[in-house]
């Protein structure tokens, strides 16, 4: 009976690496500790950019950035979300640039006129006037028929010949009910209707024409002047 041998098998013991070890935990710590010091930079800079009736500082509290909170942590459209609360503010775009900088990019709503102590916006919002705006007209007629309207047709004015309009009042008559006057801070009368807006988009071509007299430039039909 032949004997079996037996095979000794000799396992190999790995020897721990300390220095891996040590390296691999080092370069975890230093990527931790970056990662702490990125997110606990804070915001650097604001610039506001677009606004001409709110200020740069009630955009920078509305956004509720006015504390320079960390730069890692704050949300674009969280910002955005914040201002367009704000019935002025139409749009906003926002930007995060390098070296921890915000640009806010500002589109305010068109303010049309007043009317009854309240600012009419290009959406048809009726606000307060909580910044004194006086550089827009005043409407002095209720127009609840035609309000509309009124607000798509007024969107079409030029902000330079909007400026240059006193007082807004509605006159309408069997021809057209859409008629209005628009008394001009030079002491002319404008006549125009609704469908004809955008002609008084020239009314600094008929105003040089009229060699400083004053009368009534009728652009609702005929498109004459009457000068008094």
Not at 20 to 27: H, Q, S
Not at 208 to 224: A, C, V
Request: include cysteine.
């Amino acid at each position: 009976m032949t004997e079996t041998k037996k095979v000794k098998v000799k396992v190999k013991k790995r020897k721990i690496n300390i220095k891996k070890i040590f390296i691999f935990f080092l370069v975890v710590v230093l990527l931790g500790l970056l990662f702490w010091v990125i997110n606990k930079l804070p915001l650097k800079n604001i610039y506001v950019i677009g606004n001409n009736i709110l200020s740069d500082k009630e955009i920078i509290e509305l956004a509720d950035i006015s504390d320079y909170p960390p730069f890692i942590t704050i949300n674009k459209k969280r910002l955005v979300s914040n201002l367009e609360k704000n019935p002025y503010i139409k749009q906003v775009r926002i930007e995060k640039k390098f070296f921890n900088k915000i640009y806010i990019y500002i589109t305010e709503s068109k303010v049309l006129c007043t009317h009854n102590d309240k600012i009419i916006l290009e959406n048809g919002e009726e606000v307060n006037n909580i910044y004194n705006i006086t550089q827009v007209p005043i409407l002095l007629s209720d127009i609840k028929e035609i309000y509309e309207k009124f607000v798509e047709k007024m969107i079409l004015v030029n902000n330079d010949i909007l400026a240059k309009i006193s007082e807004i009042t509605y006159v309408p008559n069997e021809v057209d009910q859409e008629r209005f006057t628009f008394q001009m801070n030079d002491g002319n009368l404008v006549y125009i209707t609704l469908s004809k807006i955008t002609k008084i988009n020239k009314y600094n071509s008929i105003y040089s024409k009229m060699e400083g007299k004053n009368g009534i430039i009728y652009l609702d039909s005929g498109d004459y002047i009457e000068f008094r």
